[in-house]
T-cell receptor, first 112, second 110 residues
Framework: KAGVTQTPRYLIKTRGQQVTLSCSPI?????VSWYQQTPGQGLQFLFE???????NKGNFPGRFSGRQFSNSRSEMNVSTLELGDSALYLC???????????FGQGTRLTVV | DQQVKQNSPSLSVQEGRISILNCDYT??????FLWYKKYPAEGPTFLIS?????DKNEDGRFTVFLNKSAKHLSLHIVPSQPGDSAVYFC?????????FGKGTRLHILP
C-alpha cells in the first residue's frame, strides 16, 4: 500500500511569490491535514480537510490556504511568501477522523 | 497557548538502558495521545498511542504511561538501541485535531 506522497520534495522561492504544495493521501484515507515544522516551533497545525471540506484551521494568516479534491488529494497554497515561511511542510492522512495520522516525507520550502 | 508540552529539548541515553520521554498537557478533554518518531528529512512515523481511558499501553520495546490526574504522559523505550536516535513528538487528539509538542531529540550513546 503506497504511503502519503508529497510533491515537490524541495522548493526555493523568492519573497512575494506564491507556492502550491501537493499531497496524495494513502488510498482510502479521506482526511488530510497539513503541518508546518520549524526548528523552534515543532509541528504546528495548519488545517485539516475531510471529504473536501475544511474541518479545522490553525492559527496561520490568510495567506495560507488549502483545498481537497474529490479523490482526497489535497493542495496547500501560500501567497505573498515571507522569509519566515521557510519550513518543512508535512501532510498527514487518516482513514477516518480520530485515528492515527500517517505522514508524508514533507516539502522543504526555502524562501530567499 | 501551548497545550502539549515537551519540556526537554534533548535527551542522551546509553545504549541498552531505558529512555524515558516526558510530555505534559493542559487540556483534560483530549481523547487520546500519540507518540511519533521523526528522522531528519523524513515525515514523522506513528509509534504508539493510548486512549484517555487507559493508563498504560505496551508495544514491544515501547510503553506509554498516562497519568490523567497529573496531565502527564511518558514514553519508555527499553532497551534503547542506536536506531532509536531521533526526534520524538508527543501529540494529543481533540475535536478531530492532533496537537503536537515541540519534540525531544533522543541521542542513544554507544
Amino acid at each position: 500500500k503506497a504511503g502519503v506522497t508529497q510533491t515537490p520534495r524541495y522548493l526555493i522561492k523568492t519573497r512575494g511569490q506564491q507556492v502550491t504544495l501537493s499531497c496524495s493521501p494513502i488510498s482510502g484515507h479521506r482526511s488530510v491535514s497539513w503541518y508546518q515544522q520549524t526548528p523552534g516551533q515543532g509541528l504546528q497545525f495548519l488545517f485539516e480537510y475531510f471529504s473536501e471540506t475544511q474541518r479545522n484551521k490553525g492559527n496561520f494568516p490568510g495567506r495560507f490556504s488549502g483545498r481537497q479534491f474529490s479523490n482526497s488529494r489535497s493542495e496547500m497554497n501560500v501567497s505573498t511568501l515571507e522569509l519566515g515561511d521557510s519550513a518543512l511542510y508535512l501532510c498527514a492522512s487518516q482513514r477516518i477522523l480520530n485515528t492515527e495520522a500517517f505522514f508524508g516525507q514533507g516539502t522543504r520550502l526555502t524562501v530567499v | 497557548d501551548q497545550q502539549v508540552k515537551q519540556n526537554s529539548p534533548s535527551l542522551s541515553v546509553q545504549e541498552g538502558r531505558i529512555s524515558i520521554l516526558n510530555c505534559d498537557y493542559t487540556n483534560s478533554m483530549f481523547d487520546y495521545f500519540l507518540w511519533y518518531k521523526k528522522y531528519p528529512a523524513e515525515g514523522p512515523t506513528f509509534l504508539i498511542s493510548i486512549s484517555s481511558i487507559k493508563d498504560k499501553n505496551e508495544d514491544g520495546r515501547f510503553t506509554v504511561f498516562l497519568n490523567k490526574s497529573a496531565k502527564h504522559l511518558s514514553l519508555h523505550i527499553v532497551p534503547s538501541q542506536p536506531g532509536d536516535s531521533a526526534v520524538y513528538f508527543c501529540a494529543a487528539n481533540r475535536d478531530d485535531k492532533i496537537i503536537f509538542g515541540k519534540g525531544t531529540r533522543l541521542h542513544i550513546l554507544p
